[in-house]
């Protein structure tokens, strides 16, 4: 089975510039995260929906950042504009509650560096 | 709200040696307990989980912990080091609800 698919893998953009991340959860997950990772705050919970309705967002940093999810197999992360403080790996990840025994699945996350 | 405190940002061993990776939580509800890998420039897998039941959990590549409830505990241990295991090791607490609040990460240095 495929897990779930995060692009673009690395991006490497200028400051001011908007990037958009993108996400396709596991084939019937209905609980989808997304998380950053930076050496300084670790792993940090930005946000996260249940059958693509954002349930939390209390950890996106501030206005700059949106996530969308308009179905259930695709979700969004976009940052506008960016900085460079902005520099992270972003991980999608997702999880079946009912089945899925509380195991959350992780992409391989988007490396995203801001000049 | 809940909390996870991983005791230890480096942790060194030897080959063969035996690995102890310490995790201690906060919870005001029983909580799901959780151990990920990472590998350098990869995502994160995981090693084992407690939900309920047993609480001594055994996970993949020979890794166990244990839920110990009176010392909010959910220490990761393997009996011998192998130089593959060398990763960053997370701690993970959910309060039932699907979100995953992670500690600051254990650097496992296995030395030959």
């Known amino acids: 089975d495929a897990g779930v698919i995060q692009s673009p893998r690395h991006e490497v953009t200028e400051m001011g510039q908007e990037v958009t991340l993108r996400c396709k959860p596991i084939s019937g997950h209905d609980y989808l995260f997304w998380y950053r990772q930076t050496m300084m705050r670790g792993l940090e919970l930005l946000i996260y929906?249940?059958?693509?309705?954002?349930?939390?967002d209390s950890g996106m940093p501030e206005d700059r950042f949106s996530a969308k999810m308009p179905n259930a197999s695709f979700s969004t992360l976009k940052i506008q504009p960016s900085e460079p403080r902005d520099s992270a790996v972003y991980f999608c990840?997702?999880?079946?509650?009912?089945?899925?025994?509380?195991?959350?699945?992780f992409g391989e996350g988007s490396w995203l560096t801001v000049v | 709200a809940q909390s996870v405190t991983q005791l230890g940002s480096h942790v060194s061993v030897s080959e063969g040696a035996l690995v102890l990776l310490r995790c201690n939580y906060s919870?005001?509800?029983?909580?799901?307990l959780f151990w990920y890998v990472q590998y350098p420039n990869q995502g994160l897998q995981l090693l084992l989980k407690?939900?309920?039941?047993?609480?001594l959990v055994k996970g993949i590549n020979g890794f166990e912990a244990e839920f110990k409830k009176s010392e909010t505990s959910f220490h990761l241990t393997k009996p011998s080091a192998h130089m593959s295991d060398a990763a960053e090791y997370f701690c993970?607490?959910?309060?039932?609800?699907?979100?995953?609040?992670f500690g600051q990460g254990t650097e496992l240095y296995v030395k030959p």
């Open positions: 919870s005001s509800v029983p909580p799901y």
């Open positions: 407690y939900t309920t039941g047993a609480t």
């Open positions: 990840a997702s999880t079946d509650r009912t089945t899925g025994g509380n195991t959350i699945y």
């Open positions: 993970a607490v959910s309060n039932q609800g699907g979100k995953l609040i």
């Open positions: 929906f249940n059958n693509n309705v954002p349930i939390d």
